[in-house]
């Protein structure tokens, strides 16, 4: 069974930065794309940041110029850097990864991990 473990959300203040962590379980053979996606109350789950295993990255408009994606395919790992957050970026952030496990192939998402920027 392949899990998936956000970590590093919280509260900080506008201009703060944080950093979120996701951790992989499982008897993972290897992990295509990762991937970071947030849903704030009422709207839609957008994507936020994706990464391919070779290391290029896609960034929603909103969030260019102000966080970062990265991953360590050896701890089959993906984080990203919040920077210059704003109120607008409070939401639950998801972890997204295409997964080659023993027992699964395909997307699995984590539990999500809260984060919220007061003004």
């Known amino acids: 069974q392949v899990q998936l473990v956000e970590s590093g959300g919280g509260l900080v203040q506008t201009g703060g930065s944080l950093r979120l962590s996701c951790a992989t379980s499982?008897?993972?053979?290897?992990?295509?794309?990762m991937a970071w996606y947030r849903q704030a109350p009422g709207k839609q789950r957008e994507l936020v940041a994706a990464?391919?295993?070779?290391?290029?990255?896609n960034y929603a408009d909103s969030v260019k110029g102000r966080f970062t994606i990265s991953r360590d395919n050896a701890k089959n790992t993906v984080y990203l850097q919040m920077n210059s957050l704003k109120p607008e970026d409070t939401a639950v952030y998801y972890c997204n990864a295409d997964v080659v496990a023993r027992t699964y192939r395909g997307r699995s998402w984590g539990q999500g991990t809260q984060v919220t920027v007061s003004s």
């Open positions: 990464i391919t295993k070779g290391g290029i990255t």
């Open positions: 499982g008897s993972i053979f290897s992990i295509n794309d």
